[in-house]
């Protein structure tokens, strides 16, 4: 048996592209009282993943689970399985399951605050994420969802708040970033956005060109200039 096992853990989606996210977790650490076949299944399982067999993860994965009902790990894995097929009640189960067996690890959180932010119900993904922060409060993906949670409730103080703290937690977190301006815009706070967009783009100057943040930019220029000329017209 392998001494660390990469297991794909969670990918977020807020209309552009975000890498999935991984995490090398020590596997002795985490089946010392496990059965060797529940292991053996776990570790095909992992193997089917990396081949996005998904539907085989998951048979393998669910003989996991029936020989080892406390196996953390493969409870976390099927329910990332069962998201990518689209059995949303079934991982929600199962990471209601992984949360019962590891509360101190806010993976699972993480994961159902998202599932039910596809799920358009936004307040309880803002309680469950919340619950994440709390049990991680060092996690920049918790805020983040959070954010998003609460941008869709229209909070949108607490919506800065949140993607603000996920900006400081990881510094390359543009999704962060971007949804912040956006944050900005709704309160109407469009100097503010400007000078954090000009930021953003000085950042990655160059050759590195981010076409939409530009566009962005141009919208928000334009929208200040209104604004303008509407107050003197008052005058």
């Known amino acids: 048996m392998p001494k660390n096992i990469v297991v794909v853990i969670y990918a977020l989606t807020t209309g552009q592209s975000i890498a ?7 596997i002795r ?5 496990i059965p060797k076949q529940a292991l053996k299944e776990y570790e095909k399982a992992v193997r089917d993943i990396r081949d996005n067999n998904t539907q085989r993860a998951i048979e393998r994965l669910e003989k996991s689970v029936k020989l080892a009902p406390d196996f953390y790990n493969a409870h976390l894995g099927l329910a ?10 079934a991982a929600e189960h199962e990471l209601t399951r992984a949360f ?36 991680e409060p060092g996690s920049a993906i918790a805020h983040y969802a959070l954010g998003r949670a609460r941008y869709k409730l ?7 708040q949140a993607f603000t703290r996920a900006a400081l937690l990881d510094k390359d977190f543009e999704a962060a970033e971007l949804m912040l301006l956006h944050v ?27 076409p939409a943040l530009e566009k962005f930019r141009s919208e928000v220029v334009t ?13």
Request: charged share 30%; no cysteine; glycine share 6%.
């Open 154 to 160: 229209s909070e949108y103080a607490e919506a800065e």
């Open 100 to 135: 019962e067996l590891n509360p101190r690890e806010s993976t699972p959180l993480i994961q159902l605050g998202e599932m039910y932010l596809d799920k358009n119900n936004f307040e309880r993904a803002a309680e469950v994420l919340s619950q994440a922060i709390r049990v």
């Open 80 to 89: 990332q399985e069962y998201r990518k097929n689209g059995g949303l009640d």
């Open 20 to 26: 999935v996210a991984k995490r090398v977790v020590d």
């Open 184 to 210: 900005y815009v709704r309160q109407g706070r469009l100097s503010a956005a400007l000078r954090r967009m000009d930021a953003l783009l000085q950042k990655n100057p160059g050759n590195s060109r981010n």
């Open 29 to 33: 650490q985490l089946t010392a009282k």
């Open 223 to 235: 929208a200040l200039a209104k604004l303008k000329q509407g107050a003197e017209k008052q005058k």
